[in-house]
């Protein structure tokens, strides 16, 4: 089982930046694509970026694209999540996930597509 610890989340103005992370620990984190999902307050939890499990693919939600990048560090068994030119409407309690299966990333992933959770990391963003 995958433990996932989600860190860097705080207050921030709108147009500014801030860097999440994600350590994983447990069975094995480098053979799992690793996802990043949000849910804003009194939304449903939603898609936010994907990697592959070597790094050399990543998806975006169109909402993130081109201010989200989604990075990771096999050996540190880190996945990062660098946000700029943030928005109000980036405010969400943002969470890391694995996908279960081994060498496979979707481009898009629902909730129950994974089945490990951290406990989230709270991004405020201010206008």
């Known amino acids: 089982q995958v433990q996932l610890v989600e860190s860097g989340g705080g207050l921030v103005q709108a147009g500014g930046s801030v860097r999440l992370s994600c350590v994983a620990s447990?069975?094995?984190?480098?053979?799992?694509?690793m996802v990043w999902f949000r849910q804003a307050s009194g939304k449903e939890r939603e898609f936010v970026a994907a990697?592959?499990?070597?790094?050399?693919?990543?998806y975006y939600a169109d909402s993130v694209k081109g201010r989200f990048t989604i990075s990771r560090d096999n050996a540190r068994n880190t996945v990062y999540l660098q946000m700029i030119s943030l928005k109000p409407e980036d405010t969400a309690v943002y969470y890391c996930?694995?996908?279960?299966?081994?060498?496979?990333?979707?481009?898009?992933?629902?909730?129950?597509?994974?089945?490990?959770w951290g406990k989230g990391t709270l991004v405020t963003v201010s206008s």
């Open positions: 447990g069975r094995t984190f480098s053979r799992n694509a």
């Open positions: 990697i592959s499990w070597s790094g050399s693919s990543t």
């Open positions: 996930a694995a996908d279960p299966r081994t060498f496979i990333t979707k481009h898009y992933y629902r909730s129950n597509d994974v089945d490990n």
